[in-house]
Structures are given as C-alpha cells and as structure tokens.
C-alpha cells in the first residue's frame, strides 16, 4: 500500500485523526465508496446536514490530493442545491434565496478554504449570484461584507452570469444554478 520511506511503508497502515468539517468516519466512508465504487451517496435526510456531509468529503479529498473529486462533488453539490430550492419557489415567484436554502454560512467558509477556482467553491458563490444581484437582504449579504475571499469569489460568478445579459424590458441574467433568466433588482416574477 505504502511505498518510500515514510513512517507508513513498514507498517503498511495509516492513522488518520478527526478532524472538524474534514476528517470523520462520515467522510472516510464517503471517501472509501467513491474510491472503490465511484459512487457518491448519503443516506441523509436533512438537506443541510447533506451538504455538511459532501462538504467534509470535498475537504477530505482536497487534504489528500484525490484525483477527479473535485469535479465530481461540484456536480453532487449541484444536484443536491437543485433538489432543495426555497420551498415558498413556485411558477409566478422565486425567492431571493432560492439557490442557497440549504446552504450555511459553515459551508461558505469551508468552501474558502479550498483552493482558487475549485469547483466545489465556484458552485456555492455561484449558487449566491442570484440572491445578490435581486437584493441587499440577500442570505449571505453579511458574508459578502465581512469575507473578502467569499467577495472574491461571487464578484467572479457575478461577472460570468452578466456576461450573458440579453435585454427583455430590463435587464435579466441566467442563474447559474438553475439556468432561469431573471430580472435585475426584482422580487416578482421571473422569466423563461
């Protein structure tokens, strides 16, 4: 298993400690499925508690350096935002954090301590485009004052969703998470 000469390669074995939000026999599991399986899965209800549980994977995986995660739990974070949309979200009226429902604050700043330009971290700010361009109330308004790397990273998202403003009566932009077109400073209706 272990070859070289680290403390590891006689003994063939590695001890690896808990670690808050990275290390748990929640995420090792996680890890070792993905590994061997390729599969991602939690048996999670609570959608919150099932993004805490992907984000420990994400951080898992960036500690060790494994391969392909990255990109693969960006999508899996994606999903899981596209299942649990704000559930007052219906046809005639998207709320302002539609996206970031099942989102913290503990996420966002896991996120920041990925590397720049991971995907995991450009889906979260990417995620907190729309409620920051349709308001000032916004769920993580306060982040985005007080966290400069969290600011970095949805400025970064908010100029991709402008790039592809098209005029309709206003201006509108995509979200980039659900690809929705929506108005510039609106709380009301959305467009298709």
Request: net charge negative.
């Amino acid at each position: 298993m272990f070859e070289g000469n680290f403390l590891e390669s006689p003994q063939q074995t590695a001890i690896l400690e808990e670690e808050e939000s990275i290390v748990s026999v929640r995420s090792l599991e996680a890890l070792f499925q993905w590994l061997y399986l390729r599969v991602i899965k939690f048996d999670i209800e609570d959608a919150e508690e099932h993004m805490s549980a992907a984000m420990e994977l994400v951080r898992l995986g960036d500690k060790y350096d494994i391969v392909g995660l990255d990109h693969e739990m960006a999508q899996y974070i994606k999903g899981v935002l596209l299942a649990n949309l704000h559930p007052t979200t219906n046809r005639f009226h998207r709320h302002i954090d539609n996206n970031t429902y099942c989102i913290t604050r503990d996420h966002i700043f896991s996120a920041t301590r990925l590397p720049r330009d991971h995907p995991v971290r450009c889906i979260l700010a990417a995620a907190s485009v729309e409620g920051y361009l349709r308001s000032d109330t916004h769920k993580f308004a306060e982040e985005t004052q007080h966290h400069p790397i969290f600011s970095a990273d949805l400025l970064r998202e908010v100029r991709l969703a402008l790039n592809g403003i098209k005029p309709v009566r206003g201006a509108t932009f995509e979200d980039p998470i659900t690809g929705v077109r929506s108005e510039l400073n609106s709380v009301g209706l959305f467009w298709d």
